[in-house]
């Protein structure tokens, strides 16, 4: 049994929720329409897991049967059993601690730190009407997109529902045709300048060799 509720915390739901979407909005700050509908799906992808985590658990309401079946002293209604990952692992101890929790406070702490690298140089570049280059730029074509990337990976290591897992690979794709959409313009607006850009420099991935060779 368990008599302190942790979810119908709709509160918790709306503050974290606008935290992080603010948090995320001050980096990014969207501009176009193509900005806001990146910007939005993240914050549809935060809403969903936000109130999951502490709203109503649908995932594990959907998934009760089998945990029962196969965790049959497992509270249900604890915050803790929220963390998937830690409870289908077999994990013991406080789930907050675990080995794919701390990774997730990496990927959320570099993804925000790359969303804002990548914001300042891209802002200083559209003030002088250039191509964004520098920084983050010199290593990849679109950092903004691998944050948000970077950022939903870890809100997935640490608490992981049906609805946010199946929206991420369709972000994945959105965002991947967004980068397309964008380069097409791009090559449209510097010419030779982006196709030079684009030869040397990875759209996603940053390029071991290159690096390698820098070193």
């Avoid at 700050?29 to 993240?42: E, I, L, S, V, Y």
């Avoid at 649908?58 to 029962?68: A, D, H």
């Avoid at 730029?137 to 992981?160: D, E, K, M, S, T």
């Avoid at 972000?171 to 964008?182: D, N, S």
Wanted: proline share 5%; net charge positive.
């Amino acid at each position: 049994m368990h008599d302190t509720p942790d979810y119908g915390l709709w509160t918790l739901v709306i503050l974290n929720s606008a935290i992080f979407i603010m948090f995320a909005f001050s980096f990014f700050k969207p501009q176009t329409a193509r900005d806001w509908r990146t910007f939005g799906a993240f914050a549809a992808f935060i809403v969903a897991l936000f109130v999951e985590m502490y709203g109503f658990p649908l995932t594990i309401y959907l998934m009760s049967g089998w945990l029962q079946t196969k965790f049959p002293s497992l509270d249900l209604l604890s915050h803790n059993t929220g963390h998937l990952w830690s409870t289908l692992l077999g994990e013991k101890g406080d789930p907050h601690f675990g080995v794919l929790h701390i990774a997730s406070y990496v990927f959320l702490g570099f993804g925000f730190y790359l969303l804002s690298s990548a914001w300042n140089v891209l802002y200083h570049a559209q003030q002088r009407n250039g191509l964004a280059v520098s920084g983050p730029y010199a290593h990849i074509r679109h950092p903004q997109y691998v944050a948000f990337v970077l950022i939903l990976l870890g809100f997935l290591f640490q608490w992981p529902t049906l609805l946010t897992l199946l929206m991420f690979p369709i972000l994945l794709v959105m965002y991947a045709r967004l980068a397309i959409t964008e380069e097409a313009q791009m090559r449209k607006q510097f010419g030779a300048e982006f196709e030079d850009y684009a030869t040397r420099t990875p759209r996603f991935l940053p390029s071991l060799r290159k690096r390698l060779s820098a070193t």
